[in-house]
């Protein structure tokens, strides 16, 4: 009795009843219609003519007599022939499998010794292939991804390979996962390098490397804000430069201001005192360059930013004496021999020297009575000054002395 209970009890189906490969794809937390025994064995029974096929699965049939295996694409209720087919479970494309390798082995382009952890994301997009053949082909996938990865990292130099992430594409340039694909209905869609470790004996040289470029970027860092300080403190210097050069200007504007007021406050005491208006215009141009000789470029530049203000001054006398000779004629006629007389005066204060025609002008115009009312309302200390320089011109000359002792009286 107890032997016949041992004949009449079944092995129970466990997860160590699937392939390597269907382990990658079939999840430990199976649906509650779902048992391991419709994953790992084909289903024999003759009387069930209908299967549920859950949402996470495809139906995969074995036709007995043809031997040719197939697929019911979709989940719910499939119809199938027993007598005829024998039917399994397999996982659909939208259940992804992973698959990990540690340490392999690599030669990089920079001819580094690296080793790289590296996941295989992947889908069963053929069913029937995959439970035909492709179940049983983890090796041959293991070897083809080792042989990519060799000949991938062998095209990159260990910076690119820490730094980029891994194209399929540019992983699979000869296109073996997709041959892989059409034999076994499996595809590999990504390819992630979790981690890519240098051997113990280049893993200082590279640290090293990896302080000294922090380093430099910490100076670059340092240097450039060096150079923004030195920039901020560069306009500051400047701004305040700017001010001082403005507010010297406002000074030397002031000053030149006021010389050229008190010029102008001057032009009407020296026209009461007969001078003529040409000498007074002449007298304020000689003085501006005096001036500007004296006090540098800052009041040549203002006496230029103040439209040459002495220029205009005594181009304003000159109008004035254009149109006091027009409007009295008389006037004119009368101060003509006076005008001769200053203005060769002036020449003589001014250089020190005179012609003899001069010279004679200047002692026949002392005589002429037309001049004598305009030289008597001269100042006393002009004229002195005009006696004086006649006198070191020609000391023979006491009708020159006479006249000038005949005044002083």
Not at 270 to 279: D, F, G
Not at 354 to 381: A, G, H, M
Not at 391 to 408: L, W
């Amino acid at each position: 009795m107890a032997n016949n209970n041992i004949n009449n009890t079944t092995t129970p189906f466990t997860r160590d009843n699937l392939s390597a490969m269907d382990k990658i794809f079939i999840p430990e937390d199976l649906d509650d219609n779902v048992s391991i025994e419709d994953l790992s064995n084909y289903k024999t029974c003759k009387l069930k003519f209908w299967r549920t096929v859950p949402e996470n699965f495809r139906l995969v049939k074995v036709n007995r007599i043809t031997q040719k295996v197939s697929f019911l694409d979709g989940f719910g209720l499939k119809a199938i022939a027993p007598i005829f087919v024998k039917t399994i479970l397999v996982p659909a494309p939208i259940l992804d499998g992973k698959h990990q390798y540690t340490d392999v082995e690599c030669l990089s382009n920079d001819k580094i010794e690296i080793s790289i952890n590296l996941t295989i994301i992947m889908q069963i997009t053929d069913p029937a292939k995959y439970k035909k053949k492709g179940s049983s082909q983890l090796p041959q996938l293991d070897s083809i991804i080792k042989r990519l990865l060799r000949m991938y990292v062998a095209r990159k130099n260990f910076d690119e390979l820490v730094a980029e992430e891994c194209q399929l594409n540019a992983f699979d340039m000869n296109h073996a996962l997709d041959t892989f694909e059409q034999e076994c209905g499996i595809r590999v869609s990504k390819v992630i390098f979790e981690k890519v470790k240098l051997p113990e004996r280049l893993k200082k040289l590279y640290n090293d490397a990896a302080e000294e470029e922090q380093r430099r970027k910490a100076q670059a860092v340092k240097l450039q804000a060096e150079k923004e300080k030195a920039t901020a403190e560069a306009e500051i210097i400047s701004i305040k430069a700017n001010a001082e050069a403005k507010r010297i200007g406002i000074i030397e504007n002031a000053k030149a201001e006021a010389w050229l007021k008190q010029m102008k406050s001057l032009v009407p005491y020296l026209i009461s005192q007969n001078i003529p208006t040409n000498n007074i215009a002449k007298m304020i141009e000689d003085q501006y360059r005096i001036k500007t000789a004296a006090e540098g470029n800052a009041f040549i530049s203002i006496g230029d930013s103040n439209n040459n203000m002495a220029a205009n001054i005594a181009a304003g006398i000159r109008a004035s004496n254009q149109a006091t000779q027009t409007t009295n004629p008389s006037m004119a006629t009368n101060m003509s021999n006076s005008e001769r007389l200053i203005n060769d005066a002036q020449v003589l204060f001014t250089t020190g020297k005179i012609t003899e025609d001069k010279y004679k002008r200047i002692i026949n115009n002392l005589k002429d009575p037309e001049t004598k009312s305009q030289i008597d309302n001269c100042s006393p200390t002009v004229y002195d000054v005009l006696i004086n320089n006649l006198i070191k011109i020609d000391p023979t000359n006491n009708e020159v002395q006479d006249n000038y002792t005949q005044r002083r009286r």
